[in-house]
């Protein structure tokens, strides 16, 4: 989640979590800072992690994560499309 202030200035956020690996089931914890471009995101939109997804298939490279925006409430305001 981030703040609208967050979605309205170029900041970078820490996000952490736990990925399973589908095939062993093994959990590990990765944390990577993500930068939130200087035009803001919507909220349900995609920003990519370059090279952070999955492993490729036959020892390939990695792919690229994809994360989904969502709003944190604030305790003022609301956002309905494009308006605060």
Same mark, same amino acid.
């Given at each position: 989640?981030?703040?609208?202030?967050?979605?309205?200035?170029?900041?970078?956020?820490?996000?952490? @979590?736990?990925?399973?690996?589908?095939?062993?089931?093994?959990?590990?914890?990765?944390?990577?800072?993500?930068?939130?471009?200087?035009?803001?995101?919507?909220?349900?939109?995609?920003?990519?992690?370059?090279?952070?997804?999955?492993?490729?298939?036959?020892?390939?490279?990695?792919?690229?994560?994809?994360?989904?925006?969502?709003?944190?409430?604030?305790?003022? @305001?609301?956002?309905?499309?494009?308006?605060?």
């Amino acid at each position: 989640m981030v703040t609208l202030y967050e979605v309205s200035k170029a900041t970078t956020q820490r996000i952490s @979590f736990t990925k399973v690996d589908p095939l062993s089931g093994k959990e590990s914890s990765h944390a990577y800072n993500v930068r939130i471009p200087p035009s803001g995101v919507r909220e349900s939109q995609r920003l990519r992690v370059t090279g952070q997804g999955g492993a490729g298939v036959g020892g390939g490279p990695a792919g690229d994560l994809f994360l989904r925006v969502h709003y944190a409430k604030h305790p003022e @305001f609301r956002v309905k499309g494009s308006d605060l």
